[in-house]
């Protein structure tokens, strides 16, 4: 299946600030899912990105708080806009592959 | 959109004995069904799925077994190890590839020695 690298494993961030994610597969993947894991939570898809079109955002996420890139087949960054506490949570990228949905390890985010 | 409900919560069983969660999803148009266990500080890991064509799969402990008509699956872990204690959660997808997946609320496992 493949494999998939998130950057930064975890950060704590100053509220009013952005941090962008890195997501990196090893094999080209034309599907990449955003995922964000609330503490102690279950995960919600943030949005969905192919790759030379723009995102498709689910209920509730809007693209000026989490704007994403996708500039080819293999990699992929959230951006997560003027942070405040209650975007404390871990973010996870997600890839569609032969044998089913991979997950990163993600990223472990504290707004302070 | 997809609703999908997941119990118990929180199931604990003694060491060698099975464990059974289950799931609803509410949308028919869903077609594939995955568990994940995910440990703590860890991604989720896929442990087994199910397509809707399907009513039962299994691999070594581990089976999945789903209801078309009523909508619903469940998780069978048999002969429970004290690694199997993770959360576990089900998941739903109207599939294709373009779709991402609606995730249950999780079951946190604990297998007691």
């Known amino acids: 299946s493949a494999v998939i690298s998130q950057k930064p494993s975890r950060d704590i961030c100053q509220r009013g600030t952005s941090l962008t994610i890195q997501c990196q597969v090893d094999?080209?993947?034309?599907?990449m899912f955003w995922y964000r894991q609330q503490p102690g939570q279950s995960l919600t898809l943030i949005a969905t990105?192919?790759?030379?079109?723009?995102?498709?955002?689910e209920s509730g996420f809007v693209i000026d708080k989490f704007p994403i890139s996708r500039p080819n087949l293999t990699f992929s960054t959230l951006t997560v806009s003027n942070m405040s506490p209650e975007d404390s949570s871990i973010y996870l990228c997600?890839?569609?592959?032969?044998?089913?949905?991979?997950f990163g390890s993600g990223t472990r985010l504290t707004v302070v | 959109g997809e609703n999908v409900e997941q119990h118990p919560s929180t199931l604990s069983v003694q060491e060698g004995d099975s464990a059974v969660i289950k799931c609803t999803y509410s949308?028919?148009?869903?077609?594939?069904f995955p568990w994940y266990k995910q440990e703590l500080g860890k991604g989720p890991q896929l442990i087994i799925d199910?397509?809707?064509?399907?009513g039962e799969k299994k691999d070594q402990r581990i089976a999945v077994t789903l209801n078309k008509t009523a909508k619903h699956f469940s998780l069978h872990i048999t002969e429970t190890q004290p690694e199997d204690s993770a959360v576990y959660f089900c998941?739903?997808?109207?599939?294709?590839?373009?779709?991402?997946?609606?995730f249950g609320k999780g079951t946190h496992l604990i297998i007691q020695p």
């Open positions: 997600s890839v569609r592959a032969n044998y089913g949905y991979t």
């Open positions: 094999s080209q993947v034309t599907m």
């Open positions: 998941a739903a997808s109207i599939g294709g590839g373009a779709d991402g997946l609606t």
């Open positions: 990105a192919n790759q030379g079109s723009e995102a498709t955002y």
């Open positions: 949308d028919s148009a869903s077609n594939y």
């Open positions: 199910i397509r809707s064509n399907v």
